[in-house]
């Protein structure tokens, strides 16, 4: 599976508007490694890199199944709370 690169992290998120903690829930990685990561605090491991950026890519598919249907926001594709 083929990612962009680690330093996208924080950027994908915020294009998304979730928060740290929402992507930490998603992602089933603790909120402080991704803030860590999106700092450059640390290299994460492709375990680590892979479950956060599924879960930006399931965000980002529920967001895009989404529009058409209405106003909508990715926190209320029902992922957020998961």
């Known amino acids: 599976m083929r990612f962009p690169s680690e330093s996208e992290i924080k950027r994908l998120r915020k294009s998304l508007d ?8 998603l992602s089933g990685v603790s909120q402080s490694t991704i803030a860590k990561r999106e700092r450059g605090g640390i290299k994460g491991s492709y375990e680590t890199v892979t479950k956060i950026f599924i879960a930006l890519q399931e965000v980002a598919q529920a967001f895009q199944g989404q529009q058409g249907r209405g106003p909508c926001h990715p926190k209320d594709s029902g992922h957020a709370g998961q």
């Not at 979730?18 to 829930?25: G, M």
């Open 18 to 25: 979730i928060t740290q903690l929402e992507l930490a829930r």
